[in-house]
């Protein structure tokens, strides 16, 4: 995250990525680090947003927690997701 221009790395490194920004059709929510050493777990957390610091069982969470794909898309939107 800390060399993508769109994070205000001096380098271009990220200018399709800043062209959707200035026409509002992505939002950056900037740099984050990962909540556990587990890209399941990890990405589980992006996806419902959980939060780590609560208690919660997590097999219930990976099957029965809204995920932000599913709030979006009940607010009309369209939802993509970028992995590397």
């Known amino acids: 995250g800390s060399y ?5 790395y001096h380098k271009k490194t990220t ?3 800043e062209q959707l920004l ?3 059709n992505v939002v950056n929510f900037g740099k984050v680090n990962s909540v556990s050493n587990c890209s399941f777990s990890s990405n589980l957390y992006l996806r419902t947003g959980m939060n ?3 208690n919660f069982d997590f097999k ?3 099957y029965s927690y809204p995920t ?4 979006a ?3 009309g939107y ?3 997701l970028y992995d590397a």
């Open 68 to 71: 932000i794909y599913q709030y």
């Open 52 to 54: 780590p610091l609560k």
């Open 60 to 62: 219930k969470a990976y």
């Open 73 to 75: 898309k009940r607010a």
């Open 15 to 17: 200018p399709k990525l």
């Open 22 to 24: 200035q026409s509002n």
């Open 4 to 8: 993508l221009s769109i994070n205000g």
């Open 78 to 80: 369209k939802t993509y």
